[in-house]
């Protein structure tokens, strides 16, 4: 076991080698404060035959106990991943991916485990830290060292990865700060991550760990050979084809058993004897021909977009696909927009709730937390035109939909100011690139839509990127990239914002990391598109509309906190009452705040009225009220839910009466007036100086 210790800012990070889980392939435990987190590395030993990717998976985990609590719910254990730890896998995940030696295939499993928490540590920033070390002190063919730091306020949270000179991965929140400003933060943690990863360096020169090499996959001279002298037209007429269905059916076209049978008519006997030679021998197989296939896609597209400055489509660099956006076309649901861009399309519906449908998160957090604006993402087989069978949501879902609620989340009215909860959901009705940007606009569109008064629309860009596989500063940047551009591309570059600022970043890439002049450009060019974009949704609905018929009203009174629990009655045998009676639903905050939802006027008076009847009971004041119960001696009468009041005999206002039983009747409505309540609440009620004619105006 070895130790080391960063010290850096006002704190130290020690990092502890080896000393648990000894049978991974390397471990590491990063410590900072109370933050105690596992990073352990495992590898198959086999590589695999069937992927010509890094099929690496990332798991983080958050256990209760790493904060002292015991998990809520019936099963006292935690379950599958929760939404908030599969985010920060995929912080992680999109981090170190393209670190990985590209030509390594075998099975990677980077496993994060938070041990002990601390609330001023960030602990995927810890886990990070702790898996790159991990991985570079392991036989893992991972060379460079990777950081990452944190700027959190109440205006921006950002996180940055990088490696010595470039940038791997960049993730933020930001209230509307323009891009130059976000830049240089950026910059700030770049210097920053510097000292990180030299002493990541330093380590691994000490420990000078043997690392597996790798091959590439290796591929005949004579298919490739064979594969430019058939299919290279056919790769070029791909690459102008606009049409995406026109496109597969051109990918369709460039498979092997095309060219088995091209070979097979059309060349000498000695060149079909060595290609069949190398199939049977199984150097040629489909998944060599993929590979290939994918390389030459590449290749004429770097080409082309490189030299000749043409996209796939037609486009220019900077342009924007054509944009369609209707808003309300869905009669029932509070809100909706139908978002078009190209063959990229997103229904946004918005509802509208009361606090109970808040959601609780629970984490390594000190108190239950509740969010009352969440964004969902779903993405069917059937936007690509696939035959799969619907599952879970996939993580890259829930990562498009955190990245949708980001974007907006500084734009949504406080709860003061609008007393709702929001859920937005984006489904993704056809898919051509972009779908995450195509959510944030159509939720801005369906919030306005709803009713709910965000003062701002947001919008939303994706950049890509394709450079000069010898000189990453020969480069060119492409706005609002589609589908066939961000699998051969290098970059997706994703901006949300107004016309003020920036509101949400989410950069990856393929490459080892990005120059800060590339990440510059992308902010200016993601400005350009956004812009364009906005101007767009202002032309379709420029301000919030009022609520729709369908949705909640709120009515808000405001009582002593002292009387909530008059209004709620033992057992809340009160508020479930009223909540009967009145057909609402009705949320009461600790500082005295009551709130009613209704979509119905009348039946939200009704129970306002009650609630105001419960706490406003004073002397003087005069009620409809109900006889529960009759004494000898006189009734008792409930003149509002669990507010009951003795009316005696000689308060009856009808001379001398012996048995209040004679005249009154149990369940009648009688008009009475509070005569006295005792220092315990307790009052007492008289129907003297009242008339019988008072009961229609109290109904």
């Known amino acids: ?226 594969y430019q002298k058939y299919f290279k037209e056919l790769n070029l007429k791909l690459l102008n084809e606009k049409d995406k269905k026109q496109r597969n059916i051109l990918m369709d076209e460039i498979s092997l058993e095309n060219l088995i049978n091209l070979v097979s008519t059309n060349e000498t006997d000695e060149v079909k004897n060595q290609f069949n030679e190398l199939i049977n021998s199984s150097k040629i197989t489909e998944f060599i021909f993929n590979v290939v296939k994918k390389k030459f896609l590449k290749k004429y597209l770097k080409e082309q977009v490189l030299n000749e400055k043409r996209r796939i489509d037609g486009r220019d660099l900077k342009e924007i696909r054509p944009i369609e956006i209707e808003v309300g076309v869905l009669p029932y649901p509070h809100g909706s927009a139908l978002f078009t861009r190209g063959q990229t399309q997103v229904l946004s519906v918005v509802t509208l709730g009361t606090k109970t449908d808040q959601q609780m998160i629970e984490g390594l957090i000190l108190e239950e937390e509740f969010k009352r604006y969440m964004h969902h993402y779903y993405f069917p087989p059937f936007s690509t035109g696939e035959a799969k069978p619907l599952r879970a949501p996939s993580r890259r879902e829930i990562g498009h939909g955190n990245l949708a609620e980001r974007a907006l989340e500084y734009l949504i009215p406080s709860e003061q100011e609008f007393p709702y909860t929001i859920r937005v959901v984006s489904e993704v009705l056809e898919s051509n690139g972009s779908t995450s940007m195509a959510s944030v606009c159509g939720s801005s569109l369906a919030l306005m839509d709803a009713g709910v008064p965000i003062k701002k629309h947001v919008a939303g860009v994706s950049i890509g990127l394709i450079t000069n596989d010898k000189n990453i500063n020969d480069y060119v940047l492409l706005t609002d990239i589609q589908g066939f551009e961000d699998f051969f591309g290098e970059m997706d570059f994703k901006v949300a914002g107004t016309y003020n600022g920036i509101t949400a970043i989410q950069m990856d890439t393929k490459l080892e990391g990005l120059t800060l002049d590339i990440v510059y450009n992308s902010l200016k060019q993601a400005k350009e598109g956004r812009d364009f974009i906005l101007e767009k949704m202002y032309n379709v609905i420029s301000k919030p509309n009022d609520l729709a018929p369908h949705a909640p009203r709120v009515t808000i009174i405001q009582v002593e906190p002292s009387k909530i629990p008059d209004i709620i009655g033992p057992q809340g045998k009160i508020i479930k009452k009223i909540i009967e009676q009145t057909k609402v639903k009705i949320d009461i905050e600790e500082d005295g705040r009551v709130l009613i939802y209704s979509s119905s006027e009348d039946d939200s008076i009704k129970a306002k009225s009650i609630i105001e009847a419960i706490v406003n009971i004073k002397e003087g004041n005069v009620y409809l009220g109900r006889i529960i119960r009759l004494e000898p001696y006189g009734a008792f009468v409930e003149v509002a839910p669990g507010k009951i009041g003795l009316l005696h005999v000689s308060e009856l206002g009808l001379g001398f009466v012996s048995d209040a039983r004679t005249v009154l009747k149990l369940n009648d409505e009688i008009v009475v007036k509070i005569l006295k309540i005792d220092e315990n609440g307790r009052f007492t009620l008289t129907r003297k100086g009242l008339v019988d004619s008072n009961i229609k105006s109290l109904k």
């Open 1 to 226: 076991m070895k130790k080391y210790i960063l010290k850096i800012d006002d704190k130290e990070i020690e990092f502890e080698i080896n000393r648990v889980a000894k049978q991974a392939a390397s471990s590491v435990v990063v410590k900072s404060g109370t933050c105690w987190v596992l990073c352990a590395v495992t590898f198959s030993e086999k590589p695999r035959t069937d992927v010509d990717f890094t099929p690496l998976t990332v798991d983080y985990i958050e256990r209760m106990y790493a904060i002292g609590r015991i998990p809520g719910g019936f099963i006292k254990k935690e379950g599958k991943p929760s939404d908030n730890e599969i985010l920060k896998a995929r912080l992680i995940d999109r981090t170190i991916r393209p670190l990985i030696d590209h030509n390594f295939f075998n099975d990677i499993n980077v496993y994060v485990n938070v041990f002990s928490a601390d609330i001023k540590e960030r602990p995927e920033i810890l886990g990070l830290l702790g898996t790159s070390l991990a991985l570079l002190i392991s036989p893992i063919p991972f060379y460079k060292p990777v950081s990452a730091f944190n700027i959190t306020n109440e205006n921006i949270d950002l996180v940055v990865s990088s490696i010595e000179d470039k940038i791997t991965m960049i993730e933020a929140k930001v209230n509307e700060i323009d891009e130059e400003f976000v830049f240089n933060l950026i910059s700030q943690i770049f210097q920053k991550n510097k000292l990180i990863n030299e002493f990541q360096y330093q380590i691994y020169n000490e420990l000078k760990p043997d690392k597996i090499e790798t091959t590439s996959i290796e591929i005949p001279p004579l298919l490739t050979e064979m």
